[in-house]
């Protein structure tokens, strides 16, 4: 019964030791919490931060406390020695984690809000603390660290060889941070691996997909493979979907369907513009790659579906399908397609008057020799001062005629059913003009050869042409004159009969005849 007396101090004692690690740890739980919600993020992270240090605190405190005040004929010094340590050690931490956090606090408002690379800051932190506490444990407590310092040879092999992985990735995600190819929230792309940067520390980096979690990459994985970063300084991000279109469809139309189709994607920027672009030239369709841009906290991977969707509604409407390799048979008519395509060409020669003045026979024989040529926008069609002979019929579009002595101005415009060329496909004078389509344009060409055979089969051929040169050059001579009254004057007879006379001749020289 006297020992339990005696002991009784003891046991209360204790009872209160653990009573205050209890209200000590769920006080500074509540208070961290309490804390982190009332302040905002940055706050929140400083009380992160310093929550671990707290912890060994409020569990060093009380224990301290406790030796501080034990009688020590029960209790033994060692005992006290350990608190103390504890507490330092709790306090040090506690008081270094407040200066970290200060110090990286500080170097982001001077960088403008740019975050110290998280490995620098564990590398760092790590080398401060081992010093200190190397230190600590020499002048402190007297205690020899040399043989912690000094490793025999064999060891630093051994453990270097055990350690490759790992040193493989703190020196690669070193070097990674030193020239940053990417930075914590841009979208990249990385051995086959397409998401958002997580975390970045010294053994890898962490991406979170769009559509299926997170992939952790060891950070020797990321210095040995190349990276595709998507995210751009101003807080946008480029992607593109690639779509195989058919061949009989122009480039051109494709292009403003593509285009249309992006616009209807509100996530998708139209500032800058999304650019459609022909990347391949494959078995079954024209592979065509839309590129876009959007913000960098969307979804890349929803919005490549939402564009991939109003793409194929677009086409439907437009009445283009997607092509997919297969082999189909088509039984078409193809006299009857011929003939029309045939009427079609014998209306617009028709309607061009030195090649109406042929008879039925050589108007069917240039309409079956006739080329089509298809042009883009922008796309020079004939350069002024150029010595080639085709001549051309404007099946479909416009274009636009430009001279040296104008400028860049156009000094006029062609449509369906007008003609150029036909001077230099009869007499091969150069080019006295440049012609430039104004949109896409589908053009029928006569070559030199076709009209060479025409001129060697009809020996009258060359006069009637000779004429009819002749007698438009009179009219709008005629025309000129009645513009410009006095400062012009209408072309006489006798210069009409010259000039067919040399057109003559040099249709003759230039074919030979």
């Known amino acids: ?34 804390m982190a919600r009332k302040s905002g993020s940055n ?28 009688d020590f004929d029960f209790f033994r010094p060692e005992v006290f020695a350990l608190a103390q340590l504890l507490l330092n050690a709790s306090l040090g931490l506690l008081v270094g984690e407040i200066l970290f956090f200060g110090a990286l606090r500080s170097y982001s408002r001077r960088k403008a809000g740019q975050e110290f690379p998280g490995i620098f800051r564990q590398l760092i932190k790590g080398i401060v603390y081992l010093i200190l506490i190397l230190s600590f444990l020499s002048n402190t407590y007297k205690i020899d660290i040399t043989p912690l310092l000094t490793t025999s040879a064999v060891f630093t092999m051994v453990l270097g060889l055990a350690l490759q992985d790992v040193l493989g ?57 190349e990276i595709v970063n998507f995210s751009a300084a101003d807080g946008s991000m480029f992607y593109d979907i690639s779509i195989g279109l058919p061949y009989d469809v122009s480039p051109e139309r494709l292009r403003r369907v593509l285009l249309a189709a992006t616009s209807q994607v509100e996530e998708i920027y139209q500032r800058p513009a999304p650019a459609v672009s022909l990347i391949e030239f494959a078995d079954s369709a024209i592979n065509y790659k ?12 929803l919005t490549a579906s939402r564009l991939a969707s109003r ?38 020669i028709g309607g061009i008057d030195f090649l109406a003045a042929l008879d039925g026979k050589l108007r069917r024989f240039v309409a079956e ?115 410009h009254e006095t400062r012009i004057a209408a072309q006489k007879p006798a210069e009409e009969s010259a000039a067919r006379a040399a057109l003559l001749r040099r249709i003759r020289g230039f074919f030979k005849l």
């Open 169 to 225: 990735n703190l020196f690669a995600g070193l070097s990674v941070h030193i020239s940053p190819p990417f930075k914590i929230g841009d979208w990249i792309k990385i051995n086959g691996f397409f998401g958002r940067v997580e975390e970045s520390n010294w053994r890898a980096t962490t991406l979170r997909q769009s559509n299926t979690g997170l992939v952790v990459i060891p950070n020797n994985q990321i210095s040995k493979n």
């Open 369 to 483: 020799r006739l080329e089509e040529c298809w042009y883009e926008t922008g796309e020079h069609i004939v350069t002024e001062g150029a010595f080639d002979t085709d001549f051309y019929i404007i099946d479909r579009g416009h274009v636009q005629v430009f001279v040296a002595t104008a400028g860049q101005k156009a000094v006029a415009e062609l449509g369906e059913g007008d003609f150029f060329g036909e001077m230099s496909l009869l007499t091969g004078e150069k080019r006295s003009a440049s012609v430039v389509a104004k949109h896409e344009t589908r053009l029928l060409k006569l070559n030199r050869d076709t009209m060479g055979r025409l001129l060697s089969e009809d020996a009258q051929l060359a006069e009637v042409l000779s004429k009819t040169l002749a007698e438009r050059s009179s009219r709008n001579s005629q025309l000129a004159a009645d513009h």
């Open 43 to 70: 706050e929140g992270t400083f009380w992160g931060t310093i929550s671990l240090p707290g912890y060994l605190l409020a569990a060093a405190l009380p224990f301290y406390v406790y030796c501080r005040f034990r």
């Open 290 to 301: 839309i590129t876009f841009r959007l913000s960098n906290d969307a979804s890349p991977g």
């Open 1 to 34: 019964m006297d020992r339990f007396w005696e002991a009784l101090p003891h046991m209360l004692g204790e009872v209160i030791l653990v009573s205050m690690w209890i209200i000590m740890i769920m006080f500074w739980r509540a208070l961290v919490g309490f």
């Open 311 to 348: 793409v194929w509604y677009q086409l439907k409407r437009e009445g283009i399908s997607i092509p997919f390799p297969i082999r189909d048979v088509y039984l078409h008519h193809e006299k009857d397609d011929h003939d029309k395509t045939i009427e079609h060409r014998l209306n617009l």
